[in-house]
């Protein structure tokens, strides 16, 4: 692409008057540069390097000392503004499938679906902007940012809602059990609170011909249940009447209070900050809700419990 082209594209004004008049790719990553790329950044030292790699344009929202007038160099107010109008040009030539999916249905997928052709784009503009641009041609990309699709690709789909399509078999807070297509699934690792999640899901994947394996599912980032003694200490599932139910969105909070309300209305439930962990070997409960990462609640509760066996041990 030419300079001229590129600077009509994205409305980023040229600095300089560059002896070289076209680059041959976009590159976030200083690293991945070759001779001929047009980097776009702002760390001082990821430019540095990608004039030392013979980057043909820098692209920058900072102010810049231009060391070298034979290449060129661009300015630009937001660096995400660029990667968008350079995804919906590269779009025009790519017929992509860019489908709307919640959190939980993205975790879900990824658990289930043979992901040979599936991409899983985050919040990252540059990376999203890498995907897709290396992205194989049948790719079908699943994101939870709706706005990003909107900006990149309007025509994006949706997972249908589905419900109903399972024949629950038994009641249980953590696992579930049904049928479908004369198949028995029993104790699938996912609560009954999202079976409608997996049943939108698994009408998406088969719609799409995609692949899947239901028996795959496991606990997600969201309810994820964690057995614990009154000492805080992990314990095997289903082997103590204390859990902590993590969540990573605390907009789901209420949902799961009303779940677990509803469906064992004789248990204590509470929902409590991380800093608060300590306190709940001194009340009584039966579920106790923290907004964090399941591997970071397992982290610290492991922690914990080493600390105690030292102290133990020092006594």
Known sequence: MTFENFARLTGAKLLNDPFISSFEKVETNPKKIKRGDLFIGDDQ???LLALQLEAYAIVS???????DEEIAWFRVSSLDD?????????????????????????????KIAHKKYLIFLGNDKKENYKKIINADIDSIFF??????LEQIYPEYQCIPSVEKLFKKDTKSLFLSSFTYREQNYK?????PLFLKYLESIVTFLEDNAITYEIEKCSFISHFYPIFINQKLQIKSFGKSEHVIICESD?????????????????????????SDLEKLKNIEFNFAIIVIDYNRLIDKLEKNEIKEQILLFKE
């Open 45 to 47: 030292e990821d430019i």
């Open 82 to 110: 660029i990667l968008i109008r350079l995804l919906k040009f590269s779009l025009l030539e790519k017929k992509f499938h860019f489908v709307y999916a919640c959190s939980i249905e993205i975790e879900l997928i990824k």
């Open 61 to 67: 929202t900072t102010t810049l000392d231009i060391v």
């Open 250 to 274: 605390k907009i789901r909070v209420k949902e799961t209070l009303t779940y677990l309300k509803t469906e064992a209305p004789w248990a204590k439930t509470v929902y409590i900050e991380l």
């Open 187 to 191: 104790d699938i690792k996912i609560t």
């Open 143 to 148: 994101s939870a940012n709706k706005h990003f």
